[in-house]
């Protein structure tokens, strides 16, 4: 199993950015999709999931509002929309797939970086 992250890059406050994740190499219907971020010098965090059957989607509370997960399944793709964009979004996204019945990810993405202005 593959996963190519993409669309990161510098933006301004208040702008917008799609992150693309890209998946191959298996079979992803049943499969939990996470983006994940790392700013410099703290841990990595969870920032939105999605399922690939159902559609269901999480986000933590700093992204609600002005973030979207979703997916193409047709493309095995998943994307995250990023608006109004903070410079505490700044950050390395990462995307990650699990199996339902697993608490940790199974498989990750390369990061792409998003750095966002002031």
């Known amino acids: 199993v593959q996963l190519q992250a993409s669309g990161g890059g510098l933006v301004q406050v208040g702008g917008s950015l799609r992150l693309s994740c890209a998946a191959s190499?298996?079979?992803?219907?049943?499969?939990?999709m996470g983006w994940f971020r790392q700013a410099p010098g703290k841990e990595r965090d969870i920032v939105a999931t999605?399922?690939?059957?159902?559609?269901?989607?999480t986000y933590t509370d700093s992204v609600k509002g002005r973030f979207t997960i979703s997916r193409d399944n047709a493309k095995n793709t998943v994307y995250l929309q990023m608006n109004s964009l903070k410079p505490e979004d700044t950050a390395v996204y990462y995307c990650a797939a699990r199996r339902p019945w697993n608490d940790q990810y199974d498989y990750w993405g390369q990061g792409t970086l998003v750095t966002v202005s002031s």
């Open positions: 999605i399922t690939w059957n159902r559609g269901s989607t």
């Open positions: 190499g298996g079979t992803f219907s049943r499969y939990i």
